[in-house]
T-cell receptor, first 113, second 115 residues
């Protein structure tokens, strides 16, 4: 039962262009969403988050959009840089009383110079 | 995520042996989460512990797996009688408080290989 889905396993963009990573979820009880970035042989690093009471959150080059009616969120990276090349995971929280996160499968982003 | 330590970083076990994975949280953090990442998959929640207490173990396999977070010392994830399907990367995360999701800091992971 995959409650959080990232349907694109990989994405390749040119340096300077926009990267858009997508994530869908099925559980309407989720009330908080996060994006993590992961390099090989390292743990995930928190990138940006959004509460379900908002539809947009911005932090520098990173913006997360939330469409609750569609149960969809996306991460925009503008402009993309080669150092952004990594695996990106979306995660959802709030379906229980604990802080556990439900992760998507990840999308590998490659930013070409 | 500086401060979350996991050891060993790589662990090789033969089928039937025991695996012990250690996680030292960020100093002052009393909440620890364990996640498992199977090849080509995302991280899956296993267990959430506070000092000396298991709060949520809904993601733990029913048999062979156990976790603890003693008053002193690191959190331990223990896998008894390992099988090849246990081969995965195991990540722990710590946070100073519960239910503050963006304060979970992840360690570098332990990569378990079962021969």
């Amino acid at each position: 039962d995959q409650q959080v889905k990232q349907n694109s396993p990989s994405l390749s963009v040119q340096e300077g262009r926009i990267s858009i990573l997508n994530c869908d979820y099925t559980n309407s009880m989720f009330d908080y969403f996060l994006w993590y970035k992961k390099y090989p042989a390292e743990g995930p690093t928190f990138l940006i988050s959004i509460s379900s009471i908002k539809d947009k959150n911005e932090d520098g080059r990173f913006t997360v959009f939330l469409n609750k009616s569609a149960k969809h969120l996306s991460l925009h990276i503008v402009p993309s840089q080669p150092g952004d090349s990594a695996v990106y995971f979306c995660a959802a929280a709030g379906s229980g009383n604990t802080g556990k996160l439900i992760f998507g499968q990840g999308t590998t982003l490659q930013v070409k110079p | 995520n500086a401060g979350v330590m996991q050891n060993p970083r790589h662990l090789v076990r033969r089928r039937g042996q025991e695996a012990r994975l250690r996680c030292s949280p960020v100093k002052g953090h009393s909440h620890v989460y364990w996640y498992r990442q199977l090849p080509e998959e995302g991280l899956k929640f296993m267990v959430y512990l506070q000092k000396e207490n298991i709060i949520d173990e809904s993601g733990m396999p029913k048999e062979r797996f156990s976790a603890e977070f003693p008053k002193e010392g690191p959190s331990i994830l223990r896998i008894q009688q390992v099988v090849r399907g246990d081969s995965a990367a195991y990540f722990c995360a710590s946070s100073p408080r519960g239910l503050i999701y963006n304060e979970q800091f992840f360690g570098p992971g332990t990569r378990l290989t079962v021969l």
